[in-house]
């Protein structure tokens, strides 16, 4: 697997932003739903990364710089057609690894509540995540659960 930092334009990773974004509209009320679309990720504080087996796509993450050493974690997203094969722990260790490069000293991030995001939830925490308070604009929302790195 080969990750790449992305520029946002190739139609397979379009579809995968857009079935990202469709999934969590599906599963949690629309005021929860934390997920940037397309062009709220094309900032220069958010570094995007696809990650690719061969030609194929398999998936994505992205952090986006807080300030002060601390980085959120968006938009993890694994292929249907990759899922249960590792992908999603190489993105998030590929994307722990980029943000102790830059000197970072914490990965925050939020996520959901609903049964949907367990694999997401375990996944955070079998890699050291631990919950914690809501950080920058985050408020305490039923839907939301938040966790912590530290690096």
């Given at each position: 697997m080969r990750f790449e930092l992305d520029d946002l334009t190739r139609p397979e990773v379009i579809r995968i932003l857009e079935e990202h974004l469709e999934d969590?509209?599906?599963?949690?009320?629309?005021?929860?739903?934390?997920?940037?679309?397309?062009?709220?990720?094309k900032v220069p504080e958010i570094a995007f990364w696809s990650a690719w087996e061969g030609s194929e796509?398999?998936?994505?993450?992205?952090?986006?710089?807080?300030?002060?050493?601390?980085?959120?974690?968006?938009?993890?997203?694994?292929?249907?057609?990759?899922?249960?094969?590792?992908?999603?722990t190489a993105m998030l260790r590929h994307l722990i690894e980029q943000a102790r490069s830059q000197g970072g000293r914490r990965v925050l991030l939020e996520t959901g509540t609903e049964a949907f995001y367990e694999p997401a939830r375990r996944l955070y925490a079998g890699n050291g995540f631990t919950e914690r308070p809501p950080f920058g604009s985050y408020v305490l929302d039923p839907n939301s659960v938040f966790f912590e790195l530290s690096l």
């Open positions: 969590m509209y599906a599963v949690t009320p629309a005021e929860s739903v934390h997920a940037l679309d397309l062009e709220a990720l796509l398999v998936g994505c993450g992205a952090l986006k710089s807080l300030g002060e050493g601390d980085y959120e974690l968006k938009s993890m997203r694994t292929t249907a057609a990759a899922r249960g094969r590792g992908i999603a």
